[in-house]
């Protein structure tokens, strides 16, 4: 059971229902009192997470359609624009222009781009998104849309350069952030660069490495520890804040 909840953990980007067994997923995150941002990579994935978050307090069923699964999905957007009004939830969503997936990535710009657009539209989405070697052209996106005037978008695992910190800091983005991602150079700077109120902290379950990062959903001692030793503050100080962003975000 949870203590005190000003300091429960942060995870505010895993995929709970790839875990080995998700029920257990999303029972250890509600225990623990977890602010949990539980994201999908399929429209058809978000109804059986949605209602298992319903059982819980603590966790939140995301709707997505991963940019690595556009080639063999994109027939499931019009489950997306059936299913966003339903939900102040998004992700994961984005680009990725690595080199497995480049061949779809015309088709991923107009999926995140009618994604974003239609959340820019509707309004009040927390939005999780994906930037691999994309962060200029998601950054794009958000702004050309709208998407940082009317929704709060959060980048998972980023890693832009300085200026595309600095450019995304002043759209009002988020950044979540992991232990293996902060062990690298790009993200000790971006730990320099983001005021402390725009960050949260993520795992990304269950895919960071196993000797460079925690698998475990809620798992975010880590990167707690490292962001406090960038701010020069004590862990409790950034649970508290993290934990206070993440409320602001999940409206309680």
């Given at each position: 059971m949870v203590g005190d909840e000003s300091t429960a953990p942060?995870?505010?980007?895993?995929?709970?229902?790839?875990?080995?067994?998700?029920?257990?997923?999303?029972?250890?995150?509600?225990?623990?009192?977890?602010?949990t941002l539980a994201v999908t990579t399929t429209p058809k994935a978000f109804g059986r997470n949605r209602a298992m978050a319903a059982t819980t307090r603590h966790v939140h069923a995301a709707l997505g359609l991963h940019p690595q699964l556009v080639a063999q999905r994109a027939g499931e957007f019009a489950l997306f624009e059936e299913a966003a009004p339903s939900t102040r939830f998004i992700g994961?969503?984005?680009l990725d222009a690595g080199r497995r997936f480049y061949a779809s990535f015309a088709l991923q710009v107009q999926v995140f781009e009618r994604a974003m657009t239609m959340c820019a539209r509707l309004g009040d989405k927390v939005i999780s998104i994906h930037s691999v070697r994309t962060a200029k052209q998601v950054l794009d996106i958000i702004e050309r849309t709208g998407a940082h005037r009317t929704c709060m978008p959060v980048l998972h695992w980023f890693t832009g350069s300085g200026p595309d910190v600095r450019r995304a800091i002043d759209l009002g983005c988020y950044f979540s952030v992991n232990e293996q991602m902060l062990k690298a150079p790009r993200g000790r700077s971006l730990l320099e660069a983001v005021p402390l109120a725009r960050?949260?902290?993520?795992?990304?379950?269950?895919?960071?490495?196993?000797?460079?990062?925690?698998?475990?959903?809620?798992?975010v001692d880590g990167a707690v520890r490292l962001i406090a030793e960038s701010h020069r503050k004590r862990a409790e100080e950034i649970r508290t804040s993290i934990r206070e962003t993440a409320r602001v975000l999940v409206g309680k």
């Amino acid at each position: 059971m949870v203590g005190d909840e000003s300091t429960a953990p942060v995870d505010f980007h895993c995929h709970l229902d790839l875990c080995p067994d998700m029920r257990a997923a999303f029972d250890r995150c509600d225990r623990a009192g977890c602010i949990t941002l539980a994201v999908t990579t399929t429209p058809k994935a978000f109804g059986r997470n949605r209602a298992m978050a319903a059982t819980t307090r603590h966790v939140h069923a995301a709707l997505g359609l991963h940019p690595q699964l556009v080639a063999q999905r994109a027939g499931e957007f019009a489950l997306f624009e059936e299913a966003a009004p339903s939900t102040r939830f998004i992700g994961e969503l984005g680009l990725d222009a690595g080199r497995r997936f480049y061949a779809s990535f015309a088709l991923q710009v107009q999926v995140f781009e009618r994604a974003m657009t239609m959340c820019a539209r509707l309004g009040d989405k927390v939005i999780s998104i994906h930037s691999v070697r994309t962060a200029k052209q998601v950054l794009d996106i958000i702004e050309r849309t709208g998407a940082h005037r009317t929704c709060m978008p959060v980048l998972h695992w980023f890693t832009g350069s300085g200026p595309d910190v600095r450019r995304a800091i002043d759209l009002g983005c988020y950044f979540s952030v992991n232990e293996q991602m902060l062990k690298a150079p790009r993200g000790r700077s971006l730990l320099e660069a983001v005021p402390l109120a725009r960050l949260l902290t993520e795992t990304d379950a269950p895919f960071q490495s196993e000797n460079d990062g925690a698998r475990a959903p809620g798992d975010v001692d880590g990167a707690v520890r490292l962001i406090a030793e960038s701010h020069r503050k004590r862990a409790e100080e950034i649970r508290t804040s993290i934990r206070e962003t993440a409320r602001v975000l999940v409206g309680k």
